[in-house]
């Protein structure tokens, strides 16, 4: 597999085309559409394809992820496609105009398959979730994702639980088929959303250890096993301050700070980057969703006594809340040291707001039933005067 | 002044008329329209108007506190009011009806004022503030307040700066006519918003000790200076962590948190407040305002060194910002200690998520810099990447 730099940015449209000048007049050369081939660290230099090579004092590895596809038989045919950077999108958006497309199967059922039943719909076209499990976005409680398979059901999308596609042939009354241990499905495109890997070939090559997660091992400076290589984005791990583990999370946020915290190092002005406490969110259709910290699942791996609750409460005052909407969370904490260890929150609104809060809360070791009392900024259209995250907090503290 | 028990519940109507009942079921009586005349310490009573008498173990204050109303000739005329409980507004909303008002004026700007200025306009009815200072919701940055200006006359309501009451009499072209430093102005009612001060009147009559602030001292069980003697809420004063001082701050959710905690106590489950940070909201037609900690001028009172940044960002990506929203964020650090001590949001939205994130770093104690890294749950509908809090606290970072 080649390594482009600045691949994506070459096909970010208008604005972004705009960024490599940008870095010109800061004094940063970019090249697009650069494969690198070879580090070669004897010499400090990197040979990208056509044989010219870049003397370097630090590298930064921003190799990124790697799209998961299934090893079945037909998996390259024209009409499956992943999306992992803007060049997919384009591609996709073209190949589903001109093949004026009326129906996609989207293979996997985390948060991007679900960006993408929406974007489908919003286009009119019809979208049929293909998963091997039961529920869509596994990672929230099943309380959760069943509000979620109603939100899809809701605006046309079709799901598919229980079912591994085997093969991809042509179809009959749509261009492909997808073959599954549950029969065919048919549709004029195929998504493939089953996550990402950490791209380390580069890595590997020059001998740069991966730590127990699969991705490149790094120290809160963002070098990794070899002194003046850095690694920052998908490709490489992060401290996980709920798990105390170094994780790999490939999620745009992260990627960015590290970024930043490599080039303040290298740069000279040496920082190092405080972990993260899994904080993440998507929206789907009106829903939108966020978690924070572990689930249950992975509390019990690392040695926690998990204890949880599920409250329903109202994103505002219940006096102020003339269309019911509801505001699910959860709370998960650790039965020895009292402490919140993780959050999940769904709603048509105020579930990233308390998840935002609940992220501040693990990121300083809070317990729960501190969280119970915290200060918020208590406004009728806002929240109750307990809001939803004071309930869920003094219930949970109670069943201590 | 008599003292009510109950007597905001009394007349919130259908929904809150049930409470005495629901009370009644769990054993606690509640006495409506009565009159706490003397509190008798030697016998452990309370006599009521009329001659009854209560006897108790544990005594809760919670007599909130008094709408200021300014000294002038004629304030007691039909048609001048105070907002302060339910009872005050189910009269104001009669007398509207009932005199068919037009226009009414209002007196003061803090967020009660804007908040009452909004109900008037949904009913259209006109509605002018006159207010001594220069532009409304002094606790916020000039930069924010002159936006609720401009959101203030964008809607109707007209502001008068620079101007303090003298007397009110009856009008000409209004029912009354509001005589002031800058001359006459007319409405069919006149609201006074000026702030409220704690009641203390019973408490002083027994000898419990106020605090520095004028409100009744507490400790962190919510006792009095005189043992099994409580209070909570607007009564009495509320720990500041930030300011590390005691003050009074009558806030509903920290009522209700003080009620909660000197019930535990005399219950026999005793727990602490662990104080607030000053967080607080309001919403003005379609902007909302937050705030949290304490502004430059209260910091410089106590001893810190503050420094400042105003950032202008979007509550959402910028590529998804499709109507323009914009997001105002202050931050205050104290140039000693690298902490935050203060925080401001204006914006069409996601100014209050920012302030309750940004309470739970004043509660830690966590410094700019720190909060220049903190894990959001990004995802483009809810923030960029770099949420206006990084970008904010890198900046005011840089500044040291």
Request: hydrophobic share 40%.
């Amino acid at each position: 597999m080649p390594y482009y730099i600045g691949d994506v940015i070459k096909d970010a449209g208008r604005l972004i085309a705009r960024t490599p000048e940008k870095f010109e007049e800061t004094g940063v050369r970019v090249r697009l559409n650069t494969a690198v081939e070879e580090i070669d660290t004897a010499k400090g230099e990197v040979r990208v394809a056509g044989g010219e090579r870049f003397p370097f004092d630090s590298l930064v590895l921003a190799t990124g992820a790697v799209a998961t596809l299934p090893q079945i038989p037909g998996v390259d045919t024209e009409g499956v496609f992943i999306l992992k950077n803007l060049r997919d999108a384009i591609t996709i958006k073209e190949y589903l105009s001109e093949n004026r497309c009326r129906k996609v199967l989207v293979v996997g059922a985390g948060f991007i398959a679900m960006e993408i039943c929406e974007a489908l719909r919003t286009r009119n076209i019809d979208a049929e979730v293909i998963y091997r499990g039961e529920l869509p976005v596994k990672r929230w409680d099943p309380d959760f994702s069943r509000l979620v398979l109603d939100e899809l059901n809701a605006h046309g999308v079709s799901f598919v639980s229980g079912t591994t596609p085997l093969a991809v042939e042509k179809g009959a009354q749509y261009r492909l088929r997808l073959l599954t241990d549950g029969g065919p499905y048919e549709g004029d495109m195929i998504l493939m959303a089953l996550g990402v890997r950490p791209n380390t070939v580069l890595a590997e090559a020059v001998g740069i250890a991966l730590g127990k997660s699969g991705a490149i091992g790094v120290d809160f400076s963002q070098q990794t096993s070899r002194e003046g290589f850095y690694a920052a984005g998908d490709c490489c791990e992060v401290y996980h301050r709920v798990m105390q583990e170094w994780v790999n999370m490939p999620l745009g946020d992260i990627a960015n700070k590290q970024g930043r915290v490599a080039g303040s190092s290298i740069g000279g002005a040496p920082r190092t980057f405080p972990g993260v406490v899994g904080a993440q969110s998507f929206k789907v259709f009106n829903l939108e969703l966020a978690l924070t910290g572990i689930s249950e699942r992975d509390a019990e791996k690392r040695g926690f006594d998990p204890l949880s609750v599920i409250i329903w409460g109202t994103p505002s005052a219940r006096s102020l809340n003339i269309d019911k909407k509801r505001l699910g969370l959860k709370l998960i904490a650790d039965r020895k040291s009292g402490r919140l260890i993780g959050a999940q929150a769904i709603g048509e609104a105020g579930a990233v707001s308390r998840v935002n809060v609940l992220s501040l809360g693990l990121w300083n070791g809070m317990t729960v039933d501190e969280i119970g009392y915290i200060d918020l900024a208590y406004s009728p259209p806002f929240s109750g005067a307990w809001d939803t995250i004071h309930i869920a907090a003094q219930k949970l503290a109670k069943a201590f």
